[in-house]
């Protein structure tokens, strides 16, 4: 048995969980609505507050999607509880970012600012401090949008090697080159 698969998901008071005949899973809580479609194989049921997860046999197709249709259903419901965040740091002399609503402007070193539009389901805060690096917040109930959203922003500048210079995740450790040596 999948060791994930097999853990039934608890439903806290306030969510609902309900499984469509075309197996899509829908998840409605206080911070919005998700939806998953599942493999047709795998059956998802909601009985007596909780979401069990189970498979027809023990095929290696059957075992990866029994533990990957559960760790997803999680996923939903703690999004529609919780919601999910990432917080990202700018580090880099000059660099800076602003938001104005879900419009994040963003200086990174090049001759022109990025501007960069965040999806109407996520909320993004800016933060300057005097003495730190920039940080940014993403924050919403889809973990898959959140992670997609703070890749995008990461891949427009990515951490150099050498100085460390770049958009990284809060606690990101990057390992740096020895560059140039001096002399003989």
Known sequence: MSRIGKKV???????????????????KGKKGE???????????EVKDGEVVVTRPSDQIQH???HGLTRALVANLVEGVTNG???KMELVGVG???????NVLDLSLG??????????????????TVKGQNPTIT??????QLVG???AKIRSLRKPEPYKGKGVRFAGEVVRKKAGKSAGK
Do not use: M, W
């Open 148 to 150: 997609a959203v703070c």
């Open 34 to 44: 998700l939806k998953q479609s599942v493999s047709p194989d795998i059956k998802v």
């Open 84 to 86: 999910f965040e990432k």
């Open 95 to 101: 660099f800076k970012a602003t938001n104005q609503g």
């Open 110 to 127: 090049y001759s022109h600012n990025i501007i960069f539009d965040i999806p109407k389901e996520l909320t993004v805060a800016t933060e």
């Open 9 to 27: 998901i608890a439903v806290p008071a306030g969510v609902t969980v309900t499984v469509g005949a075309d197996n899509v899973v829908t998840v």
């Open 63 to 65: 075992r990866a999607l």
């Open 138 to 143: 993403i924050s919403g109930a889809d973990k």
